[in-house]
T-cell receptor, first 116, second 115 residues
Framework: GAVVSQHPSWVICKSGTSVKIECRSL??????MFWYRQFPKQSLMLMAT?????????EQGVEKDKFLINHASLTLSTLTVTSAHPEDSSFYIC????????????FGPGTRLTVT | AQKITQTQPGMFVQEKEAVTLDCTYD???????LFWYKQPSSGEMIFLIY??????QNATEGRYSLNFQKARKSANLVISASQLGDSAMYFC????????????FGSGTRLLVRP
């Protein structure tokens, strides 16, 4: 089956620094990837849709200058949390579509970000 | 706007028993898809089952079945013969008919299977 990886699986950073999270489709090409954020004991909230070769589409209320998304290739999308603050601490999950004609969407294992 | 509602924050079920997790949805789209995902404590999202709005039969995948009642806008997940490994968070999600393919998730139900 389709495999999506994320790196790192967890990261601790100091307030004010930036951190980059990678999402890779390992055995398929993903024209579209999604980034979700999940606070403890809450649901997944879509942050943005990432399309290869074009600018990401952000959901309402998500700061595009704070959460930079780059989808430079068909197998890699990156989320950079700029000037991180403790309130950005969360579980970040990416997903990818294998085939636009299919309903299947595969999720990465997630990245737990802690900002101190 | 689309919305998914899961009214059961937590559920208990005895091992080997069946359990139903509720999900209702709201959408004005004619074509949509409904999903159930399992999220164990490790955090990964595991796809369980999918139901298309035009599918006439309820979807089934092994011990999982989706009780789709279109008129009531409900898409309940039924897990038969519960196992200890079924203890996890379960999320219902929906995708609309636009071309964005994005999923809207419900608040989730935590299922605990008792031995």
């Amino acid at each position: 089956g389709a495999v999506v990886s994320q790196h790192p699986s967890w990261v601790i950073c100091k307030s004010g620094t930036s951190v980059k999270i990678e999402c890779r489709s390992l055995d398929f090409q993903a024209t579209t990837m999604f980034w979700y954020r999940q606070f403890p004991k809450q649901s997944l909230m879509l942050m943005a849709t990432s399309n290869e070769g074009s600018k990401a589409t952000y959901e309402q209320g998500v700061e595009k200058d704070k959460f930079l998304i780059n989808h430079a290739s068909l197998t890699l999308s990156t989320l950079t949390v700029t000037s991180a603050h403790p309130e950005d601490s969360s579980f970040y999950i990416c997903s990818a579509i294998v085939d636009t004609n299919s309903y299947e969407q595969y999720f990465g294992p997630g990245t737990r970000l802690t900002v101190t | 706007a689309q919305k998914i509602t899961q009214t059961q924050p937590g559920m208990f079920v005895q091992e080997k028993e069946a359990v139903t997790l509720d999900c209702t949805y709201d959408t004005s789209d004619q074509s949509y898809g409904l999903f159930w995902y399992k999220q164990p404590s490790s955090g990964e999202m595991i796809f369980l089952i999918y139901q298309g709005s035009y599918d006439e039969q309820n979807a089934t995948e092994g011990r999982y079945s989706l009780n789709f009642q279109k008129a009531r806008k409900s898409a309940n997940l039924v897990i038969s013969a519960s196992q200890l490994g079924d203890s996890a968070m379960y999320f219902c999600a929906m995708r609309g008919e636009d071309s964005s393919y994005k999923l809207i998730f419900g608040s989730g139900t935590r299922l605990l299977v008792r031995p």
